[in-house]
């Protein structure tokens, strides 16, 4: 429930989706299409608000023309919310794949973070990592670990010429 909450109350308006949409390479056609729909919607919202308006002092204008006025108001805000809808969709596609790219980047960068970057070995940092994750898996299970040490002759040298 309050997931949903903090959702709501984080949406950005139909204008900022359809910029970072742009931005991302979204199809032109679908940002197109939204902006019409939003022009078409409120052009016609205020073309009936600007008939009813102007001929609010006419009296001689029967029931049917204030019925057919009311029922194009309700299809404006039905077609409102319809566009509403769909924004909200396309805010939750967006955030999906900025989570995503998010995800990605973040192993990305805990892939660099472990690894040595001339040499693209792993680094001391992963072997504690892995050191900790082993050890607490032979804990779970109750069984033997056993950790194997190398030692290179001449490593100075090497490492003079290469490492630095």
Sequence with gaps: MQDTQQE???????GIIARRAERDGAPATDLGRLRWALRIAGATFALIGGVTISLAHVSDLGWEFHAINGLI????????????AISRKSHVQLER???????I???ELQDMAMRDDLTQLF???YFFE?????????RSLQSPLAILV??????KSVNDTYGH
Excluded: I, K, Q, W
Aim: aromatic share 8%; no cysteine.
């Design 8 to 14: 709501t109350a984080s949406v950005p308006s139909a």
């Design 73 to 84: 108001f309700v299809g404006v805000m039905l077609m409102a919310y319809a566009l509403a």
């Design 97 to 103: 794949r900025y989570r995503a790219r998010l995800f």
């Design 105 to 107: 980047r973040n192993l």
């Design 123 to 125: 680094n001391r940092r």
């Design 130 to 138: 892995r050191l900790r994750r082993e050890l607490d898996r032979a």
């Design 150 to 155: 190398l030692d290179v002759d001449r490593l």
